[in-house]
């Protein structure tokens, strides 16, 4: 695959994505999208990640459970997965005052970034959580991540909590 440089190729590209609903046979296509993520994520920012993680039984029942129960949405050109983004309605604490719709995970193949493809995806998450009464989002991105804190500052998330580690191991 090559970038879509051309004036006419981007339009070609915007033109045909598609946003649908992910069934249970896209789970493979997800879980390896998902695994890119995870290799991207740990080599880059997050060390504590399991690689392959996404391809184990575990990780096929979690996407599976999802799909079923939460919000599964994939991109796809000409018929191929291209990204995705997993989303859930979080069951709201007795200690909270309202319910959050959180984008669990969201990847989009690399040589289809820029192209407003996330964008794409996130309005249509954001209009399921709307229709189901949800009026907050949420995300965890890596603090290292800067294009992803970039992205989805841009897409209207503001900054909230910071979550601090440490290591204790000797």
């Known amino acids: 695959m090559t970038k879509y440089n051309s004036l006419k190729e981007r339009k070609f590209l915007m033109e045909n994505i598609v946003i649908r609903k992910a069934i249970l046979e896209d789970v493979s296509y997800i879980q390896n999208l998902n695994n890119e993520l995870f290799k991207l994520e740990k080599e880059n920012y997050d060390t504590t990640l399991v690689l392959n993680w996404a391809l184990t039984e575990e990780g096929k029942d979690y996407f599976e459970d999802l799909i079923k129960n939460q919000y599964v949405i994939v991109a796809t050109l000409e018929d191929k997965i291209i990204g995705y983004l997993a989303g859930s309605i ?22 289809y970034r820029l192209y407003g493809i996330g964008k794409k995806l996130i309005n249509n998450f954001k209009n399921y959580c709307r229709n189901n009464n949800i009026s907050n989002l949420k995300v ?6 800067k294009n992803a804190i970039e992205f989805y500052r841009k897409n209207g998330f503001d900054d909230f909590n910071l979550t601090l580690t440490m290591n204790i191991g000797d």
Not at 90 to 111: L, P
Not at 140 to 145: E, I, L
């Open 90 to 111: 979080n069951e709201k604490g007795s200690y909270e005052e309202i319910q959050y719709g959180e984008i669990n995970n969201m990847f989009i193949k690399e040589d």
């Open 140 to 145: 965890v991105a890596s603090s290292k991540n």
